[in-house]
């Protein structure tokens, strides 16, 4: 068991070596390309880049600094004690 376990570490240790000189050889590559052959395109995306700022939050007054909303007017209650007025006369029902 301790061989397979050598081995095992052994190509592991050897993918990690190879995978990390592939990605230095791609680097090498991409870096030989000029410039000014994606000029066009980086100043697209710049340009896309300088979008006008959104409008700055409206500021919202802490409610206790607000004042109360104003209370309704309610009619003042009937006279206790009085006698009513009677109802008036009523008048005939309609004919057919």
Do not use: W
Request: hydrophobic share 35%; no cysteine; glycine share 4%.
């Amino acid at each position: 068991m301790g061989f397979i376990s050598y081995l095992v570490t052994l190509v592991l240790i050897h993918g990690l070596l190879l995978s990390q000189f592939s990605y230095q050889a791609n680097t090498v590559q991409a870096a030989s390309v000029r410039s000014n052959d994606f000029y066009y395109k980086l100043k697209v995306v710049s340009h896309r880049e300088s979008a006008p700022a959104p409008p700055a939050p409206a500021i919202n007054i802490p409610t206790h600094f607000k004042s109360p909303p104003p209370r309704p007017v309610t009619p003042p209650p009937p006279p206790s004690g009085t006698i009513s007025p009677p109802p008036g006369p009523r008048s005939p029902p309609p004919s057919l």
